[in-house]
């Protein structure tokens, strides 16, 4: 049984365009997460949701806007996708408590835009 | 700014040797560092975690310590096996901070026979 889902794997779209990523989680958790790992590898939170509601956004551009519709999916909406955005995207989640617990991870879509 | 510093970038090791990754993090904030450990097309899935209040936890192999005056901390990983070659990243994030992670930049290990 996968914890943290993501589709699609792989994604190559062309500059321009609008894509989405779905995420969904099975672990009962109440917070999902998306990060965003850059080809150094280096990885950066973008969005974080705790049931539905937006409690974490970083420094995104607002062509990236994430849509929880409940608390076991959220997914990201990329508009007039740049070359940029290329990067492998992860979608995390974890119960949201004062003490920090584990985060678990989707295993990313790589998106390559062209 | 890079609120967490991850060293060395990359690390080989022989096999049976002690691998040894260190972090320094800035923002006296964070109280909950985790070590993630990623492999190839995979997502980065938690190895260990430590806070504050103890100096080191020990994990099978894998072992964290903790200096909270020097805000720094490191893994060990003991008798590294090829098994362990994989891209290691520490974080770090705050109570009441949502579980932000910030996450160090990462280390490529290898573990030679």
């Known amino acids: 049984d996968t914890a943290v889902s993501q589709t699609p794997k792989y994604l190559v779209t062309q500059m321009g365009n609008d894509k989405s990523i779905k995420c969904e989680q099975n672990?009962?958790?109440?917070?999902m997460y998306w990060y965003k790992q850059d080809s150094k590898k280096f990885l950066k939170i973008m969005f974080s949701?705790?049931?539905?509601?937006?409690?974490i956004n970083e420094t995104v551009p607002n062509r990236f806007s994430p849509k929880s519709p409940d608390k076991a999916h959220l997914n990201l909406h990329i508009n007039s996708l740049e070359l940029g955005d290329s990067a492998v995207y992860f979608c995390?989640?974890?119960?949201?408590?004062?003490?920090?617990?584990?985060?678990?991870f989707g295993q990313g879509t790589r998106l390559t835009v062209v | 700014q890079q609120q967490v510093k991850q060293s060395p970038q990359s690390l080989i090791v022989q096999k049976g040797g002690i691998s040894i990754i260190n972090c320094a993090y800035e923002?006296?904030?964070?109280?909950?560092f985790p070590w993630y450990q990623q492999f190839p097309g995979k997502g980065p899935a938690l190895l260990i975690a430590?806070?504050?209040?103890?100096s080191e936890k020990k994990e099978g192999r894998f072992t964290i310590s903790f200096n909270k005056s020097a805000k720094q901390f490191s893994l060990h990983i003991m008798d590294s096996q090829p098994g362990d070659s994989a891209t290691y990243f520490c974080?770090?994030?705050?109570?009441?901070?949502?579980?932000?992670?910030?996450f160090g930049t990462g280390t490529q290990l290898k573990v030679e026979l």
């Open positions: 995390a989640s974890s119960h949201h408590d004062q003490m920090n617990t584990e985060a678990f």
């Open positions: 672990l009962g958790h109440d917070t």
């Open positions: 949701y705790n049931n539905k509601e937006l409690i």
């Open positions: 923002n006296t904030a964070f109280d909950y």
């Open positions: 430590i806070r504050p209040d103890v």
């Open positions: 974080a770090a994030s705050p109570t009441g901070g949502g579980n932000k992670l910030t």
